[in-house]
C-alpha cells in the first residue's frame, strides 16, 4: 500500500455513463485482482474508491461510473498526462486456491470491472467461465477482456443483447453443467442477494466484493463496515473488499 | 531549521501537529504510509470501557469543502487497545488516548484504566453522533464541570484534555467550565452537526441521518472558537477544524492554540500531517521565527 503521484494516459468514455481511466505509476506496481484504488479529485476532500480493472507493470486500468460531482470532475478535468494523486492497492482482493481448477465469476453493472481482473489472472492456469450483467446494448464494454475465459455470457435487463435476464439467471442455467469449484461475484446488493439464495446449499464457496462509502480507504476510519453474519463488523476497505457470501449479511 | 517543539502540560512534543481522534485509528495503518514517529503524537480513535458496534452504514458524506461522519464510536474497547495497540503506538510517538462513554461511570472507568498508561487522555463529551453520551455531556456547562471533575479524580497521574463541542450557546462558559472541573486542558472543535440529502430519494444520505461536519469549510468558526476557549482559559488549548496546510496551523497558533489537530485531511491526503510538520518549519524559517511556540497567542485585534 503506498501513495503515489501517477500519470494520466487516457481516460475516456466507453459506455453509457462509463469511463474507463488508465494511469501510469512511477514504477511496476503489483496489484491482485479485486483489489482497488483510491483515487484523489482536486476539490473534493474524499478520494473516490474504484476497482482495478487491469494492471499491467505500471499501467493500470480503473473503470468507473458517472455517478456525482467527484465522478464528474474526475471524467471532465483528469485529461492524458494530468498527474493524479492514487493509494494503492488497497484490500484484500480475490483469492483462489491452486485446487479449485473451474472458477465462475458472476457480475453486474459496475461490478463487471474487478471481475475482468479475476478473468484476466485466472484465465492463464484454469477455465474460467463469465457471466456478465448489463442494462442494455448501450451499457456493454469490455468485451474483448472478458473472452480469455473458456465461456462469457453477456446478459442484459432488456434482452438488446445476449441473454435475456440477470446474469445471475444466466449462470443458474449452467451452473450444474460446468460444476464451478469457486465462484466470484460483483455487483448490486440485490444481485448479490439473488446468488447467495440461489446457491445456498450447493456446498460451492462464493466470494462477493463489496461496495461502501469509504473515508480513508487504509482501514483507519471504521466508516466503511460491513455487518459480518456473526454480529462484528469488518472494514470494507481493510478486511475486504472481498468476502465470503456466507460470511456476511447482504 | 526552527525550533517545532512544544509544552503541552509539562509533556513536550517534538512538534504541535497531532491527527485527530477518529481519522487516523491507532496509527497502525497511516505508518504503512509513512512512519508515524515524526508526529507530535496521534489522538486516538475514541476508546470505550467495553466494544462498541456503532451505526449503521452509510456513514460518510461529502458536501463542498466538508465531510460529514456518523461512524458513532465503533470501537474495541480499552482492554483491547491496551493489550494490542498501545506498547506500539507509544514507541512511536506521544499517545492521547481519546476517551468515550455512555454514562459517567464509562468515562470514570477508561480514565482509570489508562491513569499512568499513555500520555494524554482527550475526554470526548462532543461527539453529534452517538444517542446517549457523547454530546449529552458537553452542551451545559453544569455537565461538562461534572464530567470533568469524576473523570479527572480518576487519572491523578495523566494530564486530561477535554473536548468541546462547537454545536453550543457559549464556548467561553463551556471552556470555563471545564477548566472549573478540573481539566489541565482543551481541545476543539468537534465536529458540527449536520445534514446532507440524496434529493433524488428525498431522504438523507447518512443512516443516522444527522452528522457532524468537518474539513476546510469549517476552519473560520473553528480558529474563532479556539480564540474564544483560549482567551477565556489560562490552561493551554488544541486547535482543529479544517486544518489542511501549514499555513492553517499557523492561524490556530496565532488565536491562541498550543497545538493542533488535523482530522478530515488525512482522507484527503494521507501524507497530510508530514506536509504540515515540513511546511510550519518552513513558514517559521521564511518569517524568522527561531520556536514555533512563540507563534501562539500572538494575534492583535483590528
Known sequence: MREITATVLENKRIADEIYSLTFAAEEEIAVRPGQFVMVGVGGFPLRRPIAVCKAEGERITVCYRLKGGGTRALAREYKTGEKLSVLLPLGNGFYVKESEKKVAVVGGGVGIFPLISAIRAYSKSKQVYAYMGFRSRASVCMEFDMTRGEKLVIATDDGSVGFHGTSVQAFMQDVDEIKPDVVLACGPTPMLRALKSAMHGRNIPVYVSLEERMGCGIGACLVCVCEKTDGAHARVCKDGPVFEINDVVL | ?302
Not at chain 2, 58 to 70: D, F, H, T, Y
Open chain 2, 1 to 302: 531549521m526552527a525550533d517545532l517543539s512544544v509544552n503541552l502540560c509539562g509533556v513536550t512534543l517534538k512538534n504541535p501537529v497531532i491527527p485527530a481522534s477518529g481519522t487516523f485509528g491507532f496509527g497502525r495503518e497511516f505508518d504503512e504510509i509513512y512512519d508515524i514517529s515524526c508526529l507530535g503524537g496521534v489522538a486516538t480513535k475514541g476508546i470505550a470501557l467495553t466494544p462498541w458496534g456503532g451505526n449503521p452504514v452509510p456513514r460518510i458524506a461529502e458536501s463542498r469543502g466538508v465531510i460529514l461522519n456518523a461512524v458513532g464510536l465503533q470501537n474495541p474497547g480499552v482492554e483491547k487497545f491496551i493489550a494490542e495497540d498501545l506498547a506500539w503506538l507509544k514507541g512511536k510517538t506521544r499517545v492521547i488516548a481519546n476517551v468515550v462513554g455512555r454514562t459517567i461511570e464509562d468515562y470514570e472507568g477508561v480514565c482509570e484504566r489508562l491513569n499512568g498508561l499513555v500520555d494524554f487522555l482527550e475526554l470526548n463529551i462532543s461527539c453529534p453522533n452517538v444517542r446517549c453520551g457523547g454530546m449529552a455531556f458537553g452542551i451545559r456547562p453544569e455537565n461538562i464541570g461534572e464530567v470533568t471533575a469524576r473523570a479527572k479524580a480518576k487519572c491523578p497521574s495523566t494530564p486530561l484534555i477535554v473536548k468541546l463541542s462547537p454545536n453550543v450557546e457559549s464556548i467561553p462558559r463551556n471552556a470555563q467550565a471545564a477548566e472549573r472541573g478540573g481539566a489541565d486542558a482543551l481541545s476543539l472543535v468537534n465536529t458540527f452537526t449536520g445534514l446532507a440529502i440524496d434529493i433524488e430519494r428525498r431522504r438523507p444520505i447518512l443512516a443516522n441521518n444527522t452528522g457532524g461536519v468537518s474539513g476546510a469549510g469549517i476552519k473560520p468558526i473553528a480558529v474563532r472558537m479556539v480564540y474564544e476557549a483560549a482567551h477565556a482559559v489560562s490552561i493551554p488549548v488544541i486547535g482543529m477544524g479544517g486544518i489542511t496546510c501549514a499555513e492553517d496551523a499557523v492561524e490556530f497558533l496565532m488565536a491562541g492554540a498550543v497545538a493542533v489537530q488535523v482530522g478530515t485531511q488525512n482522507f484527503t491526503d494521507t501524507r497530510a500531517c508530514p506536509k504540515i510538520i515540513a511546511g510550519l518549519n518552513e513558514w517559521c524559517d521564511v518569517h524568522g521565527v527561531k520556536a514555533v511556540s512563540e507563534l501562539t497567542d500572538t494575534l492583535k485585534l483590528n
